[in-house]
C-alpha cells in the first residue's frame, strides 16, 4: 500500500486486525518512530489512509496499552473510509494518524447512564473502563440490531461494577428510552449511536441540558438562517477579511493563506477549533458543551459564525 504524507501527524503500523461482529473490524495500532500521545477516555483520533479520505475513529482499547485500538464498521454507502480499512488495509500497513482530540470526556459525577448504538460503543466502552476505575454506579443500554453485529460484548460483560443490558432487535421489544432516563434520574447521560436515537435523548432530556453529553458520528440536520456579513480579524497574522452569507469562517481563512485543521467540516470532529480573543458566537457546532460555549473563548470555524460585527481570533 502507497505511504501517507506524515507533515501533519504521525505515522502507525497496523499490528492487527481482529473481526469483532459482522462487518465491525477493530484494528491494533503501534507507533513507528516515537510513542503514541497519551489520550483520555472518549477520545478519537483522524486516520489518514492512502487513496481514502480522512476520517475519526474512537480509541477503545486500554488507554495504557502503548498500542491505539480503533473499531471500524464497513459502511453499506461508503463515502471510502470504512470501505478502505475493510478491503485494502492489511496488518504491516501504515497510516498517518493526528490527534488524539476529546470532547467526550467523562465528567465527575456519582452515576452514569451509558446509551450506545451499534457502533456507537466505541467511545463508551473507553468511558465505561474510567466510570468504574472511579467506583462510581454506571449503567450501560446496549442496543443493536443482533448481538451478531455488536462488537465487544464479551469484554462488557467482564467489567465490573455496573450493570449492563443488551437489546438486540431480533430479539427484543425496542428499548423505551424515557422510561430508563426516568428510572435513572440524576445520572449523567454519554451516549453515541443512530440520529434517530441521540434525536430521540434529547427531546426527553433536554437540548441545552447539561446532563446529557453525545458524541456525534453525523450532524443533525438543523436548519439555520444564513445570517449577514462579518469581519474576522486574525490576529497572529495580521489580516482582516469579510465572512459573506454563504462562506464560513474556515474557507475565509483558508482563502487569506491562513492553514486550518479539518475533516468533517460539520461541527462534530472539533478539529477546526480556533481560539477566540474577542466577539461574540453564534454557536452551530456539536461539539462544544453548553459551558464551553458560554465562555466564549473558542469556536468551531467550519460551522458557526459571529453574533458581533468583528470576531478576533487566534490565527
Not at 118 to 146: D, F, H, K
Not at 200 to 205: F, H, T
Not at 260 to 275: A, F, K, N, P
Request: aromatic content about 6%; hydrophobic content about 40%.
Amino acid at each position: 500500500m502507497a505511504s501517507v504524507d506524515a507533515t501533519d501527524g504521525f505515522t502507525a503500523r497496523v499490528r492487527a486486525m481482529v473481526l469483532e461482529a459482522d462487518d465491525i473490524l477493530s484494528l491494533e495500532l503501534e507507533p513507528i518512530d516515537r510513542p503514541f500521545p497519551e489520550w483520555t477516555a472518549g477520545a478519537h483520533v483522524d486516520v489518514a489512509i492512502p487513496g481514502a479520505p480522512t476520517r475519526q475513529y474512537s480509541l477503545c482499547g486500554p488507554p495504557d496499552a502503548g498500542r491505539y485500538r480503533i473499531a471500524v464498521l464497513r459502511e453499506a454507502v461508503s463515502r471510502g473510509g470504512s470501505q478502505a480499512v475493510h478491503e485494502r488495509l492489511r496488518p504491516g500497513d501504515t497510516v498517518v494518524l493526528r490527534g488524539p482530540h476529546n470532547h467526550f470526556r467523562l465528567e465527575p459525577a456519582p452515576e452514569y447512564l451509558f446509551v450506545a448504538g451499534g457502533i456507537g460503543i466505541t467511545p463508551i466502552v473507553s468511558l465505561l473502563r474510567e466510570a468504574q476505575a472511579a467506583g462510581a454506579t454506571w449503567r450501560l443500554l446496549y442496543l443493536g440490531a443482533s448481538r451478531r453485529r455488536m462488537a465487544f460484548l464479551d469484554e462488557i460483560a467482564a467489567l465490573d461494577g455496573g450493570t449492563v443490558t443488551i437489546v438486540a432487535r431480533d430479539e427484543d421489544e425496542r428499548a423505551d428510552l424515557a422510561v430508563e432516563l426516568a428510572q435513572h434520574p440524576t445520572a449523567m447521560v454519554y451516549a453515541c449511536g443512530p440520529e434517530r436515537m441521540l434525536a430521540a435523548l434529547r427531546e426527553i432530556v433536554g437540548e441545552d441540558s447539561d446532563r446529557l453529553h453525545i458524541e456525534y458520528f453525523q450532524a443533525p440536520q438543523v436548519e439555520y438562517e444564513p445570517g449577514g456579513p462579518f469581519m474576522i480579524r486574525l490576529e497572529r497574522s495580521g489580516l482582516e477579511a469579510e465572512v459573506r452569507p454563504h462562506q464560513s469562517i474556515m474557507e475565509v481563512m483558508r482563502e487569506a493563506g491562513v492553514d486550518v485543521l479539518s475533516d468533517c467540516e460539520e461541527g462534530i470532529c472539533g478539529s477546526c477549533e480556533t481560539r477566540v480573543i474577542d466577539g461574540e458566537i453564534e454557536h452551530r457546532d456539536f461539539v462544544l458543551t453548553k459551558q464551553e460555549r458560554e465562555r466564549g473563548d473558542c469556536m468551531m470555524v467550519c460551522v458557526s459564525r459571529a453574533a458581533c460585527p468583528l470576531l478576533v481570533l487566534d490565527a
